[in-house]
């Protein structure tokens, strides 16, 4: 590691730049590659969950909120998917271009600094977290499990969500020694995310403490959102949502381009 | 470490750059380069001056601080301190300005597993800026270049070490670049795919660009290069032309004893007491012996002195060569074995 104190390193704003669309790009080519099994394989799994519970438990939970536990769930599992998305690619595929492939390194040979890297995986990490999500949107249409139009809001809040998700994951991905490490992020941070964030019931059934909790994490925030444009609800403090998603977006890049520059640039 | 007898120690010349040809414009001008590394300087003060067009060969055994100069001066690495400038660009603080008219061949090949070779210039072009059509204009000239216009849709996966040498190296032309930075090129390749990539390097030198290397192989410094540094514990203990740095170091003619002959000679193959010193009479005509491992190495000024005097002792069966940098190599860095 640098020789730097962190503090120092965390003090400076990465560097803006377009350049980080090659990065971008270069990830758009590999998945067109093998856009068809990436497709069926990531959607797969969320809509396995979205069927099995919302048939096998929706038949026992009944009505959830005004609305049929299916429904209830489908928007819930359209913003998980979201997160295990851009979780994964921007843990286990950008950790393997950062070691194993040297793919970073070849890019900061070229004229790219690690900041337009650091940028290109969150932003490639957060396409693909729309691409997940929004077949689970189109799934959930033909099921009728959406109710109006203003739905089609879901795919921009979805790509920030996205942004939202990889920057957290990157922040892991830059510090890690190895890929057994990502392990403590999915039993410390997802897991506990994915069950406390509204995605398979309201948080109004928690405790008030857990509850409180829950509005630290960003996933319950993107459900809050999410959840009433596609059953045709009103969101309260629309914009505190979207804050709290942006300031992650924000505070996770700086910090996650900051670890990188710094595990990077020795 | 053996002891260097009958000849006086030849001075290091540090810092001292040879003769830099003033005309040229400067391509990489480096002041007291220094980069620390948990309190140890593995770079330690190195001035440089490279003008545009030579062949420069950073030269030095393993851990000596060639890498880290050579991405210190790519602004890959910050230095400690020191002042540099590449290209005329300032470096670290406009190292992004500067590598957009340099390329790099790093020491691990990074190609992209992802992708084809064709894909793989297309994508790295990218990186530099350089649009998709104007990749693909220049491709079929840098797939010849590579020697691989007949696996331009292979996998990266099914090249051997010397394609994807080669494919690096054209990876690292597709912005046209002034300036080529190569660490150690053709490390872990076979005497084919060496003499190659010594071909490429010879055309790109001949086309004009300056050309930074490291290696630890001295036959490359000696063929391609105007110029080399030697740099040992990260400071430049000498910097000529290959030719001059061995007649300032090291005597014109060797003479090596191999294997038995050698073991022979220095009295290890039977314990006779009296062999110790048998190759003294040599010492005594002035000649200097180096033992070197399981070779003798006797160096001389005039060549038939040391083959007469050779001769008249050991007898046939040595081998005669004119010194090499490897000779000077060894006497400016020592011996001893570095990891």
């Known amino acids: 590691m640098s020789d730097r104190p962190l503090s120092q390193d965390l003090r400076e704003a990465p560097q803006l730049s377009t350049r980080f669309v090659a990065v971008w790009l270069r990830n758009l080519r590999v998945w ?31 009505e959830v909120e005004n609305m049929s536990y299916m429904m209830f769930l489908a928007s819930g599992i359209v913003c998980s998917a979201a997160m295990t998305g851009a979780t994964f690619e921007a843990l286990y595929s950008a950790y393997t271009r950062l070691t194993q492939q040297q793919t970073w390194a070849a890019m900061l040979a070229a004229p790219m600094n690690v900041d337009d890297v650091v940028l290109g995986e969150i932003v490639w990490a957060g396409t693909k977290a729309l691409i997940n999500s929004s077949a689970i949107v189109l799934v959930a249409a033909l099921l009728g499990l959406v109710r109006g ?67 630290f994490l960003p996933l319950a925030h993107v459900v809050m959102l999410v959840r009433p444009l596609m059953t045709g609800g009103t969101i309260d403090a629309p914009l505190l949502h979207l804050a709290v998603i942006l300031v992650y977006i924000v505070g996770t890049y700086w910090i996650s381009a900051a670890l990188a520059r710094r595990r990077l640039i020795r | 470490m053996a002891g260097q007898p009958a000849h006086p120690p030849v001075p290091a010349t540090g810092g001292d750059e040879g003769a830099v040809a003033t005309d040229r414009p400067l391509a990489v001008v480096a002041r007291g380069l220094t980069r620390r590394y948990g309190g140890r300087n593995v770079v330690d003060g190195i001035d440089l001056t490279i003008p545009a067009g030579e ?6 055994p393993n851990g000596a601080g060639k890498t880290t100069t050579l991405r210190m001066l790519l602004g890959l690495t910050p230095p400690s301190s020191g002042d540099v400038t590449v290209l005329g660009e300032p470096i670290p603080e406009r190292g992004r300005a500067m590598r957009e008219r340099a390329g790099i061949v790093p020491q691990f090949d990074n190609l992209d597993p992802d992708f084809s070779v064709r ?46 040498r080669r494919l690096t190296l054209a990876r690292a032309l597709v912005n046209d670049p002034e300036l080529l930075a190569l660490d150690e090129p053709s490390t872990g390749l076979d005497p084919q795919a060496r003499q190659h990539i010594w071909e490429r390097l010879h055309t790109l030198r001949r086309q004009g660009r300056t050309l930074l ?61 009296e062999h110790d010193n048998a190759l003294a009479p040599l010492a005594d005509a ?9 070779t003798v190495l006797i160096y001389g000024q005039q060549r038939d002195h040391l083959l007469d005097e050779v001769e008249a002792l050991v007898g046939p069966g040595y081998l005669y060569r004119p010194a090499s940098l490897e000779d000077v190599f060894l006497r400016l860095t020592g011996r001893e074995l570095r990891d």
Not at chain 1, 34 to 54: Q, T
């Open chain 1, 32 to 62: 067109r590659k093998l856009m068809l099994p990436s497709i069926l394989g990531n959607f797969g799994e969320p809509l396995l969950y979205l069927l099995a519970l919302g048939y096998g438990l929706g038949q026992f939970v009944g």
């Open chain 2, 55 to 60: 062949c420069f060969a950073l030269l030095g």
């Open chain 2, 119 to 164: 894909e793989n210039l297309v994508t790295y072009g990218a990186y530099y800026g350089v649009r998709r059509r104007d990749v693909e204009a220049r491709m079929d000239e840098l797939l010849r270049f590579a020697e691989l216009t007949e696996r331009a849709n292979d996998a990266i996966d099914g090249l051997s070490g010397g394609m994807k």
């Open chain 2, 213 to 273: 290397l490291t290696t630890h192989y001295m036959e490359e410094a000696e063929r391609l290069c105007d110029r080399a540094a030697i740099i040992d514990h990260g400071r430049i203990v000498a910097c000529d032309s290959p030719r001059r740095l061995i007649e300032a170091h090291i005597e014109p003619h060797v003479v090596e004893l191999r294997g038995d002959l050698a073991m022979h000679w220095l009295g290890r193959l039977a314990p006779h007491a």
């Open chain 1, 149 to 215: 139009p203003e739905a089609l809001l879901v795919f921009p809040i979805i790509l920030l969500a996205g942004l939202a998700f990889a920057g957290i994951a990157m922040i892991v991905t830059a510090i890690s020694p190895s890929y057994d490490f990502f392990l403590y992020y999915f039993t410390l941070v997802m897991t506990p995310m994915l069950l406390l964030s509204g995605v398979f019931f309201p948080l109004s059934s928690l405790p008030d403490v857990v509850g409180i909790g829950a509005q």
């Open chain 2, 286 to 294: 002035g000649l200097r012996v180096e033992p070197v491992g399981e």
